[in-house]
């Protein structure tokens, strides 16, 4: 059950000088299934001593689950429990979830397995739930025993699971006032500045978003796009070329779920001026703050515009400057007849209309803003959460819309994303605009029509 938030291009003068496109991807979980009944208990009490053994930092009991003699494997598990050193675990489990997960490859003699297996953690003082990652694990039998021999069998199949930052080398720590910034060791000066950044972004928020919120954000700093792919469990990196970050949550739920991940592309992120890094980070933790109230019945141009309107809060940035391409389409005639929909948020919809949809939808909350005031736009937003399901109500698991970060349009599975849900959806976002607005639909649109010439002139 899933939803997705996607992409934009940073105004002029907010990133580098070529432009790069920024994303927020909100992936929004639910609560993992039970496990199994897979007929194989053995499999699952060598998982639950692996569990133990990383629980205690016992590094013979943890590669006492690894097949001996698979030396390459078994050398780069001794690593990864050597890189989880820093990491302050409060809890760690695995779950057998299938057997017969993927076609394992030819060769080899015994019994084996192809195993799903789900990894649950927490991390303390920040993870009020458990966050959960999918493993898809080769299992062989050795001596009467269940070891792990490979978690890559299962690549060419498409299954490539998710990858942790302690699976890609040694995780390094910063802490802030209100930021956990994980990275890689040798990064000391990029990692402060992340949570130097986080901190001033979340009294920022704090300002503009009424109501409790735990201020607290995670940031993971992969060192490469490739990783930072392997963080969201996709295979194709260039599905994230220029995107500056994305963050993951479970939206809708309550503020007992895991906390959410802002995670980092550090070549887009890198190519950002100061301005472009300040607004991209006070627009991810906006999401973080509002991700219990945001629903399936939250359009993107409202999440969207919301986290770009607080990220500009306070700029005295112009309209024009902050909306380029929505000011090129008034110049040449050819203003926006309609709000943006969740498909013009796509990350493969093109840039022009990336940045369009961004840049009406921050228009939208702005005008709501200037107009009925900034309570009134908090309680809109408020309104049109709950005037529908908890995100991710459309029954789509979350492996499968990860897919769409990489191509697909933004609405993940949301029930807005097939044409059948849209006139519920919009019949309950002019129920909310009356109720807060005192307008519906159609008129809030013809205002914003003539707002956007209006500034953009």
């Keep these: 059950m899933s939803d997705q938030r996607a992409a934009r291009r940073p105004p002029s003068g907010a990133g580098a000088a070529g432009g790069a496109v920024l994303a927020l991807a909100l992936l929004a ?47 780069q598990q001794k690593r990864v429990l050597g890189n989880l050193a820093a990491v302050p675990l409060t809890d760690w489990h695995y779950d057998l979830l299938s057997t017969g ?18 990894l649950s953690y927490r991390l303390k ?3 009020t739930a458990p966050v959960s990652a999918v493993q898809y694990l080769t299992l062989k039998e050795r001596d009467g025993r269940w070891r792990i021999s490979s978690d890559t069998d299962g690549e060419a199949a498409g299954k490539t699971g998710t990858r942790q930052l302690w699976d890609q080398g040694p995780v390094r720590l910063v802490r802030g006032r209100h930021s956990l ?36 954000v995670i940031v993971e700093a992969p060192d490469t796009v490739g990783r930072m792919a392997q963080l969201l469990g996709s ?6 070329a220029g995107i500056a970050a994305v963050t993951t949550g479970e939206a809708g739920a309550s503020a007992k779920a895991p906390a959410d991940r802002v995670i980092v592309n550090p070549d887009a992120y890198e190519e950002l001026n100061d301005m472009g890094r300040k607004v991209v980070l006070t627009h991810e933790t906006t999401h973080v703050a509002t991700r219990t109230v945001t629903t399936a019945a939250t359009p993107l141009w409202l999440s969207e515009g919301l986290a770009d309107w607080v990220a500009y809060r306070g700029t005295k940035r112009k309209a024009a400057v902050a909306a380029p391409e929505l000011s090129r389409a008034v110049a040449t005639g050819a203003p926006p007849v309609r709000l943006p929909t969740d498909e013009d948020f796509g990350f493969t919809s093109g840039a022009d209309r990336l940045a369009k949809a961004y840049e009406g939808g921050w228009l939208a909350c702005r005008m709501i803003a200037d107009k009925w005031g900034e309570a009134k736009l908090i309680a809109f937003y408020r309104e049109a959460g709950r005037t529908g399901a908890p995100a991710g109500s459309a029954g789509a698991p979350m492996e499968a819309q990860r897919a769409a970060a990489t191509g697909a349009p933004a609405t993940g599975g949301r029930a807005a994303a097939n044409g059948k849900g849209q006139p519920a959806r919009a019949d309950r976002m002019d129920r909310a605009m009356r109720t807060q607005l005192g307008v519906g639909l159609a008129e809030f649109t013809r205002q914003w029509r003539a707002y956007v010439k209006g500034q953009l002139r």
């Design 29 to 75: 979980g639910c609560t993992p299934a039970a496990p199994s009944d897979t007929g194989f208990p053995d499999v699952q009490k060598m998982l639950d001593q692996r569990a133990q053994a990383v629980r205690k930092r016992d590094a013979a009991g943890f590669l006492a689950s690894v097949d001996p003699q698979a030396t390459g494997y078994r050398d």
């Design 125 to 127: 003082g920040y993870d």
């Design 101 to 118: 997960a993927f076609p394992l490859p030819n060769g080899g003699t015994g019994e084996r397995l192809a195993a799903k297996v789900r």
């Design 235 to 240: 295979g194709e990196p260039s599905g994230y």
């Design 181 to 216: 910034v994980l990275g890689g060791a040798g990064e000391a000066a990029r990692l402060h500045d992340l949570a130097d950044r986080v901190d001033a972004a979340v009294p920022a928020v704090s300002a503009a978003w009424k109501g409790p919120w735990s201020r607290k």
